[in-house]
C-alpha cells in the first residue's frame, strides 16, 4: 500500500486534537474526584466467552472478533460497562459496597460510517454499584451535568425518563419507540417537566431531588425514552447538544447486569461520549 | 427556525401544496427556482431542496430537523431518524417485474436482477431463499432485462404504464410506498413545540381531506 492513511473507522490525533481530548478528560477527573469515583482500568482486549452474557444482541453483532493462538475467540472492548461488571465480580466481591467507579478509555465497535462516531470512540463515565436507593441516581446524574457544566460551552439538554413508564405496552408499541418510529406508536411521546410523569413516583421524588442542580433547567421529562431494553432496569437518561444535534452522553439503571457474571448487584452509570463533544468545539 | 428538507419534484409539489393550505407563504417561484433552499414569508420555516435519495441523510445527521421522503427509500437506507407522520400522497410500489412470458414461479436461483434498491432487492430474494444477483443502476432500469443485462428488474412503479411501455410485467410486489414526515430525534427535542404544531396541523387538514 503507497498510501500513509489510517484504517476506516479510526484516527491520528495531532497535539491540538489531543488537547482537546485532555481537556475533556481534565475537567472530568476533576469532577469525578470530587464526587469520589475510583479510576479502574479493563484490557482494552477481552475473551468474548467471558463477556458474551453481558452484551445485548446488537452489541454482539457488532463486537470486533479475531482469534488467539488457541483459537478462542478475542474481542476488543464494545463497551465499558460489561467489562467493569466482570472485574468488579471478580476482583472486587470482597470490597465495600457501594462502589463507586470510574474510567476513561475507548470502545470499538463495527462501524459503517464515521459519522456516527467510526470505530475507536472515546469514553468517559462512571458506574455506582451496590446502591439501589435514589441517591445513587441522582449522584450519577448530578456527575454527568457537572462534568458538561465545567466544559462550559455545550449547550446540552437531558431528556429523562424511566423502564417503568413503558409497563402495560404491547411489544408491537415498545419497539415503534424503540425505532423512533411514532407513526407506528400512534404519537410523538410527551416530553415536559415533571408533571408528565406525576404517575411515576420515583421519577417524581427524583425530579425533586436534581431541582437543586444548578443545571436543572435543562432536563426534561420523556414518557418515550427507551434504550437499549437488555440492559436497563430503571431511569434511563440521554444528553444531547442542541448545536450539532448530536446524542454526547447517556446512562441509566441496569441492576441485572452484574448478576449475569454471579454477584447480583444493583448498578447505575452514565458514559460521555468523548468524540461526539470534541468534534462540537472545533 | 425549523428546517425541512423536501425531495424535489412530485413530493415537493404536495408538500408545498399542504403547507400553503395551512397558512406559510412561500414566493411563487419555489417550484422552478435554482436556489438549494427557501424561506416561508414567516421565518418559520426553510425549505432544503434536495434529492429524494439525499433527503434521509440530511435528517439524520441534523442539518434538517424535518424531512419528506418516501417510504420506499427509507426501508432502502433504514436511516437513523424519527418517523412522524405518513403523508398520504406520492404512492407507489417496489415491484419485481420480468418480460410478459415470465411469472413468479420463474424466479429461481442465480437469477439476475436489476435494480437501483439494491438493499431492499437483496432483502426480498434472500427472504425467500432465493440466490440472486443484484446490479445496481441509476435510471432506466426497464432497458436492463430488454438487452440481456438481467432477468428481471426490482424498481419502483406508480401506474404500470413505463412497464407495460417495455414490454415488462409485474411478477410481485416488494413493498408500497407513501410519502413520510420524517424527523432528527434530537431535532424534535429542540423543536418540541414547533414541530408538534406543525404536525397538528398538518394531520387535522390531511384528516378532514381523506
Known amino acids: ?282 | 427556525m425549523i428546517t425541512i428538507a423536501v425531495a424535489k419534484g412530485y413530493l415537493l409539489t404536495e408538500t408545498l401544496h399542504l403547507l400553503t393550505k395551512n397558512g406559510y407563504r412561500f414566493s411563487d417561484d419555489v417550484l422552478t427556482t435554482r436556489k438549494l433552499f427557501v424561506d416561508d414569508s414567516s421565518n418559520k420555516l426553510r425549505l432544503l431542496l434536495v434529492r429524494p435519495w439525499d433527503v434521509p441523510a440530511y435528517v439524520e445527521h441534523g442539518a434538517a430537523d424535518l424531512g419528506v421522503v418516501g417510504k420506499d427509500i427509507l426501508l432502502e437506507q433504514t436511516p437513523n431518524i424519527a418517523t412522524i407522520m405518513d403523508l398520504s400522497f406520492g404512492s407507489c410500489s417496489l415491484v419485481i417485474a420480468g418480460p410478459e412470458t415470465m411469472n413468479i414461479s420463474d424466479l429461481t436461483h442465480n437469477i439476475i436482477v436489476a435494480s437501483k434498491f439494491v438493499n431492499s432487492a437483496t432483502h426480498y430474494f434472500r427472504s425467500r431463499g432465493i440466490k440472486a444477483t443484484i446490479v445496481k443502476l441509476y435510471g432506466a432500469i426497464e432497458l436492463a432485462p430488454l438487452t440481456g443485462l438481467s432477468d428481471v428488474i426490482c424498481d419502483l412503479t406508480a401506474t404500470g404504464r413505463t412497464l407495460k411501455e417495455n414490454s415488462l410485467k409485474i411478477l410481485d410486489t416488494v413493498f408500497t410506498s407513501t410519502a413520510h414526515l420524517i424527523a432528527n430525534p434530537i431535532g424534535l427535542k429542540v423543536h418540541t413545540k414547533d414541530i408538534e404544531t406543525l404536525v397538528q396541523t398538518l394531520s387535522h387538514n390531511h384528516s378532514k381531506n381523506t
Open chain 1, 1 to 282: 500500500m503507497k498510501s500513509h492513511l489510517t484504517p476506516f473507522g479510526v484516527s491520528d490525533y495531532t497535539p491540538n486534537q489531543t488537547q482537546e481530548i485532555r481537556d475533556i478528560l481534565t475537567c472530568a477527573s476533576t469532577v469525578f474526584d470530587h464526587r469520589l469515583y475510583k479510576r479502574i482500568k479493563t484490557p482494552t482486549i477481552e475473551y468474548f466467552d467471558s463477556l458474551e452474557r453481558g452484551l445485548g444482541d446488537n452489541l454482539k453483532k457488532k463486537t470486533i472478533k479475531f482469534f488467539d493462538k488457541n483459537g478462542d475467540v478475542l474481542i476488543l472492548r464494545p463497551d465499558n460497562t460489561t467489562p467493569i461488571a466482570r472485574l468488579v465480580a471478580t476482583h472486587m466481591k470482597e470490597d465495600p459496597l457501594p462502589l463507586k467507579l470510574c474510567y476513561m478509555d475507548p470502545i470499538f465497535i463495527q462501524s459503517s460510517s464515521s459519522l456516527d462516531g467510526g470505530i475507536a470512540r472515546f469514553q468517559v463515565g462512571v458506574e455506582y454499584i451496590g446502591e439501589e436507593s435514589l441517591s445513587a441516581d441522582v449522584d450519577v446524574i448530578e456527575t454527568c451535568m457537572d462534568v458538561l457544566d465545567k466544559m462550559g460551552t455545550i449547550d446540552y439538554g437531558i431528556d429523562i425518563g424511566h423502564i417503568e413508564l413503558l409497563h402495560g405496552l404491547s411489544d408491537e408499541k415498545r419497539h415503534a419507540l424503540l425505532s423512533n418510529d411514532y407513526l407506528s406508536f400512534g404519537a410523538i411521546p410527551k416530553r415536559g417537566d415533571d408533571s408528565i410523569v406525576y404517575s411515576s413516583s420515583i421519577l417524581s421524588s427524583l425530579s425533586k431531588r436534581l431541582k437543586k442542580h444548578p443545571s436543572a433547567s435543562r432536563i426534561t421529562y420523556n414518557t418515550g425514552l427507551v434504550k437499549n431494553l437488555y440492559y436497563y432496569t430503571g431511569v434511563i437518561f440521554e444528553v444531547f447538544d442542541k448545536n450539532s444535534k448530536k446524542v454526547i452522553a447517556s446512562g441509566g439503571r441496569y441492576d441485572n447486569l452484574l448478576g449475569k457474571f454471579g454477584y447480583p448487584q444493583p448498578a447505575v452509570g452514565f458514559a460521555i461520549k468523548v468524540d461526539a463533544i470534541r468534534k462540537k468545539k472545533r
